[in-house]
């Protein structure tokens, strides 16, 4: 049980993350945005490595860093996607692929 709460904990960390990650978006502050997204992009790669271990994290590290920076694409939702793999796709047949290309 402890497992499930820590899981719905990351769930619920990581939607927050993703609505500041909106918030600091070029579409929610046009011009302004951008320059936040310059400081954002660090923090949110940081806290995925903190949240996510591994080479998964590690990848979607990166992955977030680049999204943020990149103008109209910050809107992705990388912390619900990341949790979306590590929880429910990642033992799938999807998942196996996928960790297999990263290893």
């Given at each position: 049980?402890?497992?499930?709460?820590?899981?719905?904990?990351?769930?619920?960390?990581?939607?927050?993350?993703?609505?500041v990650?909106v918030?600091?978006?070029s579409?929610?502050?046009?011009?302004?945005g951008?320059?936040?997204d310059?400081?954002?992009?660090?923090?949110?790669?940081?806290?995925?490595?903190?949240?996510?271990?591994?080479?998964?994290?590690?990848?979607?590290?990166v992955?977030?860093?680049?999204?943020?920076?990149?103008?109209?694409?910050?809107?992705?939702?990388?912390?619900?996607?990341?949790?979306?793999?590590?929880?429910?796709f990642?033992?799938s047949?999807?998942?196996?692929?996928?960790?297999?290309?990263?290893?």
């Amino acid at each position: 049980m402890n497992q499930q709460l820590s899981k719905y904990k990351l769930l619920v960390l990581g939607l927050l993350i993703d609505a500041v990650g909106v918030v600091t978006s070029s579409w929610v502050l046009p011009g302004i945005g951008d320059f936040a997204d310059i400081a954002w992009a660090p923090i949110s790669a940081w806290l995925m490595t903190k949240m996510y271990k591994g080479t998964a994290g590690k990848v979607a590290g990166v992955i977030t860093f680049v999204e943020e920076l990149i103008p109209f694409v910050d809107i992705v939702p990388s912390f619900t996607l990341m949790w979306l793999y590590t929880f429910v796709f990642k033992d799938s047949k999807v998942g196996e692929k996928l960790e297999n290309r990263l290893q």
